[in-house]
């Protein structure tokens, strides 16, 4: 079995000097840490010149109107390996930019003159629907239809949109997407890349898990695309990965980018305690 495992680990804040980071006060570092902070390395290669000859220029022209210049740390360890059309587990903390990683690699894959569903991003929720549907729109900008279809949408208009004039891109939570599967209203033979999005959430809800297994393997082969999964924990991460394979999931070469393994907070950081007597009723200002 030859599963090839990237494990590419490194600190949450760079503090080398070509960080862009590196001025910033311990301050506006622990605002960063707490607001999901997307961490840029200004020494690396532009997103341009890491997608460069693979994404089509007018989405790259829209990344970089819509402010992605410069790859995270996540798209850079990812991004020559999705473009390559590789199986990957892309496993990296919230906000580390997962979903623009594989939006990219999408729209490597994807022919934009024909009309059939050529690829599919598959959500646990209709929130995170509707952000990835966002994004994707965004860097689209109407060279192809990214539709969405989410619980408690309008399927059965949908349903006609869909047999009209098959978009090429589809987000769709796991049970609205076997709804119009069975329906018939669209197949994903011509389906390119399958993108799991929270894969943990998905199979740990009893709900939708056996849903999601048809999706892997029932309704299109995993020979015939290119299958990426996203996370930001995959417990038991060797597990899975031998999963994927034994399961047909996944091509026998999938790879694991483990990027910033999650830390429980920043390694500068250290915590202390004082222990104080009650002596007064005033608040402790803490510095
Ligand atoms: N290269 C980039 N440059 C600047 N901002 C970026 C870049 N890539 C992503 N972002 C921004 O970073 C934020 C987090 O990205 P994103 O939601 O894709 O992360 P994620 O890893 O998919 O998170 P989650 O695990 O929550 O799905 C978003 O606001 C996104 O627009």
């Not at 402010?67 to 496993?91: A, F, K, N, R």
């Not at 208009?157 to 869909?162: E, L, P």
Request: net charge positive; with cysteine.
């Amino acid at each position: 079995m030859a599963v090839a495992a990237a494990f590419l680990s490194s600190s949450l804040l760079p503090t080398t000097p070509g960080s862009h980071l590196t001025p910033f006060t311990l301050r506006s570092r622990l605002r960063l840490f707490t607001r999901r902070a997307v961490v840029v390395n200004a020494a690396a290669a532009t997103l341009r010149e890491v997608c460069s000859g693979r994404v089509p220029d007018h989405v790259l022209q829209r990344a970089e109107e819509i402010g992605y210049v410069v790859p995270t740390e996540m798209q850079e360890q990812s991004l020559p390996l999705l473009l390559s059309g590789q199986d990957c587990i892309l496993h990296a903390q919230t906000g580390s930019g997962k979903t623009l990683a594989y939006l990219l690699s999408i729209f490597s894959t994807i022919d934009f003159s024909r009309s059939s569903v050529q690829a599919l991003v598959v959500v646990p929720t209709r929130e995170l629907g509707m952000q990835v549907t966002k994004v994707a729109r965004l860097l689209a900008a109407k060279a192809c239809t990214v539709m969405a279809l989410l619980d408690g949408g309008t399927l059965k208009r949908q349903k006609s949109w869909v047999k009209a004039e098959p978009p090429a891109i589809i987000v769709a939570t796991v049970a609205s997407l076997c709804q119009m599967v069975e329906r018939r209203a669209f197949s994903l033979q011509s389906m390119r890349v399958l993108v799991i999005d929270e894969v943990d959430f998905i199979f740990g809800s009893s709900k939708q898990v056996s849903s999601l297994r048809k999706i892997l393997t029932s309704y299109s082969a995993a020979s015939s695309r290119q299958t990426i999964f996203a996370s930001a924990s995959i417990p038991q991460h060797n597990r899975f990965l031998h999963d994927c394979v034994q399961h047909k999931w996944t091509k026998g070469d999938v790879v694991h980018v483990h990027v910033h393994p999650v830390q429980p907070m920043p390694s500068h950081l250290c915590h202390k305690y004082v222990a104080a007597r009650h002596i007064s009723s005033q608040p402790i200002q803490c510095i």
